[in-house]
C-alpha cells in the first residue's frame, strides 16, 4: 500500500489550511493511500542548534522529540502534502523549525560536502493560503513566496512539487471555497495515479 504524510504548518486546526489538508487526505485516501497527518502547533519539535552531528549521523542528534517521528514518516511516505500559511511571503516559523530539524531526511553529503537528494522519485504537493486578496496576492508574490520556500526543500530533496494557492482567506469565513476544494482533489488525484503507475 503507498503512504502519503500530510503536513499542517497552520496553528487553527480546523481553519482553511487545515480543511485544504484535509481535502487532500480525503482524495489521497480513496486513491488507496494510507495518510498519517501531523499538526505541527500540536507537536513538540525543538529548534535546531546548527551542530552539524546530524550530517555524518544522517539523523538529528538532539534527544528524542516528534522531530523524529515526523523524519521516520517521510522516509517511508510515496507522497508529502504539505499546507501552509502565507506569512511575510514565507512558510511559518514552525514549519521552518521542523525542516530545520529533519534536514537530513531531505538530503546527504558526498565527502566533498556536496548535497545529494535522498528522497529521488518522491512527489509532493504544496498548498499554500493567503489572507491577501487574489490581485495582491498576486503582485506581491505572498503564497508565491511560500509555495517556493517549502518547494525548494523539497526539491534539494529530490522530490517531484506539484502546487496552489488560495487567496483571500480572510474574506472566506472560514470555509474552505468549494472550488478550491475541487482543485485539490484533481492536483491529488493526478499526483497520486502517477505515483502508482
Not at 40 to 54: N, Q, S, T, V, W
Not at 153 to 175: E, Q, Y
Not at 178 to 186: A, H, M, T, V, Y
Amino acid at each position: 500500500m503507498k503512504r502519503a504524510v500530510a503536513i499542517n504548518g497552520s496553528p487553527h486546526n480546523g481553519g482553511i489550511v487545515s480543511q485544504a489538508l484535509d481535502t487532500a487526505c480525503d482524495a489521497a485516501r480513496r486513491a488507496g493511500f494510507t495518510v498519517e497527518r501531523f499538526d505541527l502547533f500540536d507537536m513538540h519539535i525543538a529548534p535546531c542548534r546548527g551542530c552539524m552531528r546530524c550530517r555524518p549521523e544522517a539523523g538529528c542528534a538532539l534527544p528524542e522529540d516528534d522531530a523524529h517521528r515526523l523524519c521516520e514518516a517521510i522516509r517511508r511516505a510515496d507522497l508529502i502534502v504539505i499546507a501552509t500559511p502565507t506569512y511575510w511571503a514565507n512558510m511559518p516559523g514552525m514549519l521552518k523549525t521542523a525542516f530545520d530539524r529533519i534536514v537530513t531526511t531531505f538530503m546527504g553529503e558526498s565527502p566533498a560536502g556536496i548535497p545529494q537528494p535522498r528522497l529521488k522519485g518522491r512527489r509532493a504537493i504544496v498548498i499554500a493560503a493567503c489572507s491577501a486578496p487574489r490581485l495582491f496576492d498576486i503582485l506581491t508574490g505572498q503564497s508565491r513566496g511560500a509555495i517556493r520556500a517549502v518547494g525548494r526543500i523539497l526539491r534539494t530533496g529530490g522530490v517531484r512539487t506539484r502546487s496552489l494557492s488560495i487567496s483571500g482567506t480572510s474574506r472566506l469565513a472560514g470555509r474552505l471555497p468549494e472550488c478550491s476544494g475541487r482543485r485539490i482533489c484533481s492536483l491529488t488525484e493526478a499526483v497520486c495515479a502517477k505515483i502508482r503507475k
